[in-house]
């Protein structure tokens, strides 16, 4: 399964990318908005987690974006920090399929993402 992470802080970027890559999953990263969904057009994923506040072209922006063009081709992840709940609301009424709460474990994330990878498989 194919993964694109859109997150502008460096070091969650990489601890995902890391443990997403340990669990055997094609990882791509990109560190604003605008890359990430450069990247989703050219390398399609099966999975998008994207962070709700980035430069250029923000998480809910990318959520609207990626399923208005690709429906359910593509799940979507969105990273959220503790009081945001009208946010979440809103990535779910654009098409957002589940939520993680920064912070969170690796492990979460982990289980949380087999699922999709076996809707995928």
Do not use: C
């Not at 055997?24 to 450069?38: H, M």
């Not at 998480?59 to 946010?87: F, H, R």
Request: proline share 3%; aromatic share 8%; hydrophobic share 45%.
């Amino acid at each position: 399964m194919k993964i694109l992470i859109a997150e502008d802080d460096i070091v969650i970027l990489n601890t995902l990318e890391f443990r997403l890559k340990k669990d055997g999953y094609e990882v791509i990263t990109a560190n604003d908005g605008q890359e990430a969904l450069d990247k989703i057009n050219t390398y399609l994923p099966d999975l998008v987690i994207s962070d709700i506040m980035m430069p250029y072209i923000s998480g809910l922006e990318l959520v609207g974006a990626v399923k208005s063009k690709y429906k359910d081709k593509m799940s979507i992840i969105i990273l959220t920090t503790m009081g945001q709940e009208d946010v979440v609301l809103e990535a779910f009424k654009l098409g957002a399929d589940d939520f993680i709460t920064k912070p969170f474990s690796p492990n979460e994330l982990s289980i949380r993402v087999k699922r999709f990878a076996m809707k995928h498989a």
